[in-house]
């Protein structure tokens, strides 16, 4: 496990504690982009959004990136990463760099590599899923020139140790934001949330709560309130929101892992989720006069299942490039017309599809196109 040094131990509780702000502040990413670059010495970094279904890529927020290739990737290189999708269906909260997705001589023979990459002098990229569904999710990802070389192991942990902190942050932020507002303000804006909002102290103390977590505690099957105190119905629940509301009081960055999402309950394929947010530091310590000293966000996640491309992926053990050679043929037919949307070349089109019907068992390009279809019939309605 990396170990921080004096200096750095203060350099990461001030990009936590500025992560926490950007969830309530967004026009502060930038900032945190750039500090998280830092951390891990690469040269730019981006919040994004990828969807899986059309591969269309929308940015949330970043950092040093070239404005006239940010330009080129959404409109065309996007389509031609050959690390998507299979980088889209990384667990969430897992840290990987290039060569863990693919082996890096067929990325640098790849079309995008050659024309979008080279010529930027980017030589690796770290990357994480924040948050994702069957349709597509966020991420973040942070790149790395060549003269720094390939990104190794203490700079993945150095990256992970960030982690948790940007799941946090990007799912509150998703909610809300309150920066600076008074008492009254932050009142009316919260009520108007559809997530449940209480604002408590370390020991759970209620301090605010917002109409919808109003009704929440008042129906008591989720969430209560005996004598003013914050509790979850369920025992391992309750447990949970008790040490991560005690971690965040602690400090920033003692919240890690814990309080990224709660399971509150789970009923009809869907989940209460809560997400714990830290209150003394930054600009948080002016909310409410300091009363409160941790913000909890509780909302519904509907638990969807793989889609058919990620269903099939796992299940035979695809690799990057086999999936992508898949999802190009439910597309189009020929190998000519996959090389080129794909930014291959057909020689490496023709052995993905043989290890493809090796791995599946069939023999022909279009039993592969009814085993998509077959797992995309199977998905609940």
């Known amino acids: 496990m990396v170990m921080l040094v004096s200096d750095e131990v203060k350099q990461f509780s001030r990009l936590v504690e500025n992560i926490y702000d950007a969830a309530l502040d967004a026009s502060r990413w930038p900032d945190v982009l750039e500090a998280t670059c830092e951390f891990v010495r690469g040269c730019t970094a981006n ?127 998703g909610v809300v934001n309150f920066h600076k507002a008074n008492e009254s303000m932050l009142s009316a804006t919260l009520d108007r949330l559809s997530a449940s909002v209480m604002l408590v102290t370390a020991e759970g103390r209620l301090v605010y709560v917002n109409a919808k977590a109003d009704s929440m505690l008042n129906a008591g099957d989720v969430l209560r309130a005996p004598k003013g105190r914050l509790t979850a119905a369920d025992t391992r629940a309750d447990r949970e929101l008790r040490q991560a509301m005690a971690d965040a009081a602690r400090g920033d960055a003692e919240l890690g892992v814990q309080g990224v999402a709660i399971v509150l309950a789970d009923r009809d394929h869907a989940s209460q989720v809560a997400h714990v947010l830290p209150l003394m530091s930054g600009e948080r310590r002016n909310i409410l006069g300091q009363r409160a000293t941790v913000a909890i966000f509780v909302h519904q996640v509907t638990s969807g299942a793989p889609g058919p491309l990620e269903a099939v992926t796992k299940l035979y053990g695809l690799t990057a490039g086999e999936v992508r050679v898949l999802a190009a043929l439910a597309e189009t037919s020929g190998v000519a017309n996959m090389a080129e949307s794909l930014g291959i070349s057909e020689a490496t089109v023709k052995t993905h599809l043989q290890r493809l019907f090796t791995k599946t068992g069939v023999r022909r390009q279009t039993d592969l196109i009814k085993l998509l279809a077959k797992h995309a019939a199977s998905l609940p309605a």
């Open 47 to 173: 919040l994004f959004y990828q969807n899986v279904l059309n591969n269309k890529v929308f940015s949330f927020h970043s950092w040093g990136e070239d404005a006239h290739y940010r330009e080129l990737y959404f409109s065309k290189y996007a389509a031609l990463n050959p690390l998507f999708p299979a980088s889209s269906f990384l667990e969430v909260g897992t840290v990987h760099a290039i060569s863990d997705v693919m082996p890096m001589d067929e990325f640098l023979a790849s079309r995008m590599y050659k024309e979008w990459v080279k010529p930027q002098a980017i030589s690796d990229v770290l990357y994480t899923n924040l948050e994702r569904s069957a349709a597509g999710g966020a991420a973040l990802a942070v790149r790395r020139l060549e003269r720094d070389g390939l990104f190794d192991e203490g700079a993945k942990e150095r990256f992970g140790l960030l982690v948790p902190h940007f799941q946090r942050a990007i799912s509150i932020g």
